[in-house]
């Protein structure tokens, strides 16, 4: 068993058939040494970039960080301009039901003045 390399680990169950295992446990040993693999790498990559830092891999996050606060600001943008847009919406709906009922309100007076000019009935008379 210890003349197995590393990388036989992705592919193969060396705990498989222990005598000493049951067919779970050997596929949880498994994920666990997979697991473990994984880890150590990503030790050994953090290790690598905190001791060696990367010109290129700042200057880009520099870039991308400029290009999110720009995102950022059109974002903000195009939702300040949706609010405006929304108010002025409701601003312009409702002069117009102001209007309508003035509307309304004219040919209801210029109606009653129609009527009452066409009935002959001025108030004057007494009874």
């Avoid at 009935?121 to 007494?126: A, F, H, K, V």
Wanted: one cysteine or more.
């Amino acid at each position: 068993m210890a003349s197995r390399t590393t990388n036989d680990i992705e592919t193969t169950n060396p705990y498989a058939g222990h005598a000493e295992c049951s067919d779970l446990e050997a596929e949880v040993l498994w994920e666990y040494a997979k697991l473990a693999k994984a880890i150590r790498r990503v030790d050994a990559l953090a290790r690598d970039t905190a001791e060696n830092p990367n010109d290129k891999l700042l200057e880009d996050l520099r870039v991308l960080e400029k290009k999110m606060g720009l995102v950022l600001t059109l974002f903000k943008a195009s939702v300040w301009a949706l609010i405006t847009d929304q108010e002025a919406a409701e601003e312009q709906r409702k002069m117009e039901e102001d209007r309508k009922q003035r509307e309304l309100g004219e040919r209801d007076q210029n109606s009653r003045n129609e009527s009452s000019r066409t009935s002959g009935y001025t108030g004057d008379e007494s009874f």
